[in-house]
């Protein structure tokens, strides 16, 4: 049976909890679909990242590649459509480091990579489950930009740019909504079993797409 690489990011900044963990977490060591579930979690910090990420794709070699991570504030699952070879953010990182205008990736890496993940596959099947879902045109220029971006070129640089490989942005569940300043807009949000079902019909979209 082929395997799914899965990852999940750690809590980060004022954020108590992540989302994405617990459903990597939850899939791990799951039969979803076509796919064996090797979940792993990812620090907040690109460079860890980086490592830990390829370190991944190494042992794995895994069929199909879908990294997830918090936004909070969407108030809906969304797969990114592009990544772009550019770190640039102001809330420090959880090493406590802040970027502007770095690279992504290595020298004389594209500017850019698409996603190779069948997109459409996946919202309709999240209509079809129940759940409201769409593409983002971008990732932001944070970490999940940056793990995005370097999966797809790990990937093409490794021959095997034809491995379905997208990166999930999941809503706030309730612990990081309880957590969110009183004086700000509700944070909309999900709960964790809702959010993973999402990742795991996102999964299953690849049946017979792959």
């Known amino acids: 049976m082929p395997t799914a690489l899965l990852t999940g ?3 980060f900044h004022t954020h108590p909890d992540n989302p994405s963990a617990n459903a990597a977490r939850a899939l791990h060591g799951l039969q979803v679909g076509d796919w064996q ?3 792993a979690l990812l620090p907040v910090e690109p460079h860890a990242a980086a490592q830990q990420l390829t370190e991944a794709l190494d042992r794995t070699q895994p069929g199909a590649v879908l990294l997830t991570g918090l936004a909070a504030g969407r108030p809906q699952v969304t797969l990114e459509r592009v990544a772009v070879n550019v770190m640039d953010f102001a ?3 959880n090493a406590g480091q802040t970027y ?3 690279p992504a990736g290595p020298a004389g890496a594209p500017a850019a990579y698409l996603s190779t993940w069948p997109l459409r596959a996946t ?3 999240w209509r079809a489950a129940g759940l409201p879902g769409h593409i983002s045109n971008t990732a932001g220029l944070y970490v ?3 793990v995005l971006y370097r999966a797809l070129h790990h990937l093409a640089q490794g021959g095997r740019a034809g491995v379905p490989c997208a990166f999930m942005h999941v809503p706030a ?3 990081v909504a309880l957590a969110w300043p009183e004086d700000r807009p509700p944070l909309p949000y999900l709960p964790d079993a809702e959010i993973t079902r999402a990742v795991r019909v ?3 979209s690849l049946n017979g797409n792959s």
């Open 123 to 125: 919202l309709a099947a």
């Open 144 to 146: 999940c930009n940056f």
């Open 37 to 39: 579930i090797e979940s």
């Open 100 to 102: 502007r205008d770095q």
């Open 91 to 93: 809330i420090p990182d």
């Open 202 to 204: 996102a999964l299953e």
């Open 173 to 175: 569940n309730p612990a």
């Open 9 to 11: 990011f750690e809590p």
